[in-house]
Every structure is written in C-alpha cells, then in structure tokens.
C-alpha cells in the first residue's frame, strides 16, 4: 500500500513551482490533492496530472490572503474528498527592498500573501480537522531566509521567519489534536517557474558557493521532505523545522587560505 493511500491534501500555491513538485509527489504517493492558486486555470493543469497518475484531484482558484475565499477553498475540499489530511502551505511571494526605499504595499503584499496567508488557510483547516476528530498534519514552507539575514529581504525574511515561529505555536496548540505542524525550509531550488523571475546567474553562483553539497536544490529534493512529513513514519514529529538546503543553513563557511 502506498503511505498516502486514503489521505486527502490541499496543496496552495499548487499550479507551478515547488508546489507542482509537491502535489505530484503526494499524488505519487497514493494521496487525492486539491491543488489551490491565485492562477485557477494553471493550478487545473496541475490537477489534470495528478488524475493521470490515478488519484482524484481538484483545482480551486484562491487568494490565500482572502478570507472567505479560503473558507470556500477548503468547504470545496470537503465536497470533493470528504475530509482533509493535510494542508500544505507553500503559496508564496518574494521580493527585494531596502528599508530605505521599501513601498508600504510591498511589505503588506508579502506579509498578507506569507504570513497572514499561512494563518487563514491553517485557521480553517485545523477547524475542519479538530471538528472531524481525526487528527491531520499541517506543512509550512519557510525557508532559509527565515534563519539566515540577508540585505534587501527584510519583508520576505520577516514572514518566513514568522511563519517559523507560528509553526511551533501551532503545533502546541494542535498537538493535543493529533495535528501536527512541521516545516520545510528551501535554501535556493531551482524550479523552471514560469511566474517566478530566476535568479540572476551572479546570484546563483554566490549562492550555490556556499552550499556545503556545492548545488542548488530540486523541487523533488524539497517535495521528499514534505512527503515524508505527510507520511506515517513522521507521526510523532511536530513544530519542527527541516531546512532542505544542502547544509547552507548549518553555518556560514569560513574562507580558508
Ligand atoms: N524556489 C526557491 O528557491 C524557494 C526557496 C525558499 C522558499 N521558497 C518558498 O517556496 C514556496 C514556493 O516557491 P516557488 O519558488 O515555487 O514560487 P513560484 O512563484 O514558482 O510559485 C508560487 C505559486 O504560488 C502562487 N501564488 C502566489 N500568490 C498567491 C496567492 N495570493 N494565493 C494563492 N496562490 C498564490 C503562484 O501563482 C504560484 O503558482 C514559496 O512559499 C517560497 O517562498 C522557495
């Protein structure tokens, strides 16, 4: 039997990036996901898939920083599969600003998307999942920016710093639930995104230069770690954090001569 045979998961973010990666990787393993995107029709594209790998899936366009359409995101969930398993809340948009020239709307744009978010759609599934009695598991993705300081990313690094700290609050209040609530923390991955800008290749090898494993990570690399946390082997793992990136987050290597 597959490990995620019978479970049902809400995947945000879900029509392109890491979050393609990750709802074909739970599909992969046995599980019906709704993948869930501001971009509705890419986020069926992705659903079309999962159903060709024989699962049930359903697409449900969402701005997660949109209450009500995150209350009608996850009633759709429930008509669909019956019940929720697992939330995942990759849904996430980046940006660079200085302090010193940072607009208002960019800061409220990353924080309402990452942070407030991640709170909405947590919110109301843990609603669903505690009224159903049954337990369930919830993923965040951070990232190492949420650890590791960098000029020019004081919103992205604040929300994803925060959704680290809401993570471990959460698991203290769902554990007594049977939810938990873990996260993955992406140093750079890769991802052939189409609605996400690459990093300029100055940057990426910048990057890439301090990644202890010397590459950056693949949407797979990121997507094992949230199927393991989905998975029954990580039943008694909770407010943890796994960061996927080569060892970047470890420690800043020192220049030797
Ligand atoms: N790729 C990386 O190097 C990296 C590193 C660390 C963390 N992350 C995190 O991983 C997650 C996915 O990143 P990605 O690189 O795949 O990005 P991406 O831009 O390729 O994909 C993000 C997806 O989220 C969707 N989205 C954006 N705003 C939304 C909203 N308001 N409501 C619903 N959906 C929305 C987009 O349409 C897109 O499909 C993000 O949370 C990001 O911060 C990525």
């Given at each position: 039997?597959?490990?995620?045979?019978?479970?049902?998961?809400?995947?945000?973010?879900?029509?392109?990036?890491?979050?393609?990666?990750?709802?074909?990787?739970?599909?992969?393993?046995?599980?019906?996901?709704?993948?869930?995107?501001?971009?509705?029709?890419?986020?069926?594209?992705?659903?079309?898939?999962?159903?060709?790998?024989?699962?049930?899936?359903?697409?449900?366009?969402?701005?997660?920083?949109?209450?009500?359409?995150?209350?009608?995101?996850?009633?759709?969930?429930?008509e669909a599969f019956g019940h929720v398993d697992l939330l995942v809340n990759n849904a996430g948009?980046?940006?660079?600003?200085?302090?010193?020239?940072?607009?208002?709307?960019?800061?409220?744009?990353?924080?309402?998307?990452?942070?407030?978010?991640?709170?909405?759609?947590?919110?109301?599934?843990?609603?669903?999942?505690?009224?159903?009695?049954?337990?369930?598991?919830i993923v965040n993705i951070t990232s190492t920016a949420g650890a590791n300081a960098r000029p020019?990313?004081?919103?992205?690094?604040?929300?994803?710093?925060?959704?680290?700290?809401?993570?471990?609050?959460?698991?203290?209040?769902?554990?007594?639930?049977?939810?938990?609530?873990?996260?993955?923390?992406?140093?750079?991955?890769?991802?052939?995104?189409?609605?996400?800008?690459?990093?300029?290749?100055?940057?990426?090898?910048?990057?890439?230069?301090?990644?202890?494993?010397?590459?950056?990570?693949?949407?797979?690399?990121?997507?094992?770690?949230?199927?393991?946390?989905?998975?029954?082997?990580?039943?008694?793992?909770?407010?943890?954090?796994?960061?996927?990136?080569?060892?970047?987050?470890?420690?800043?290597?020192?220049?030797?001569?």
């Amino acid at each position: 039997m597959m490990r995620l045979e019978g479970k049902t998961a809400i995947v945000t973010g879900g029509a392109h990036g890491l979050g393609r990666a990750i709802a074909l990787r739970l599909a992969d393993d046995g599980a019906d996901v709704m993948v869930a995107d501001v971009l509705g029709p890419d986020a069926e594209v992705v659903a079309e898939s999962v159903r060709a790998k024989g699962r049930h899936a359903a697409s449900f366009e969402v701005d997660v920083s949109d209450s009500a359409a995150v209350g009608a995101m996850v009633m759709a969930a429930v008509e669909a599969f019956g019940h929720v398993d697992l939330l995942v809340n990759n849904a996430g948009v980046s940006g660079e600003a200085g302090l010193l020239e940072m607009e208002e709307a960019h800061w409220d744009r990353i924080m309402g998307v990452n942070l407030k978010g991640n709170f909405l759609c947590s919110q109301a599934v843990a609603r669903e999942m505690v009224a159903r009695g049954e337990g369930g598991r919830i993923v965040n993705i951070t990232s190492t920016a949420g650890a590791n300081a960098r000029p020019g990313a004081s919103a992205y690094a604040s929300s994803k710093a925060g959704i680290i700290q809401f993570t471990r609050v959460l698991a203290l209040e769902l554990g007594r639930h049977g939810i938990t609530v873990n996260a993955v923390g992406p140093g750079m991955t890769l991802t052939g995104s189409e609605v996400k800008r690459p990093p300029t290749e100055e940057y990426q090898a910048a990057f890439v230069g301090q990644v202890p494993m010397g590459r950056a990570g693949t949407p797979s690399d990121v997507a094992a770690a949230v199927a393991f946390l989905a998975s029954p082997d990580a039943a008694y793992i909770n407010g943890q954090v796994i960061f996927v990136d080569g060892g970047y987050s470890a420690g800043k290597l020192s220049v030797s001569g």
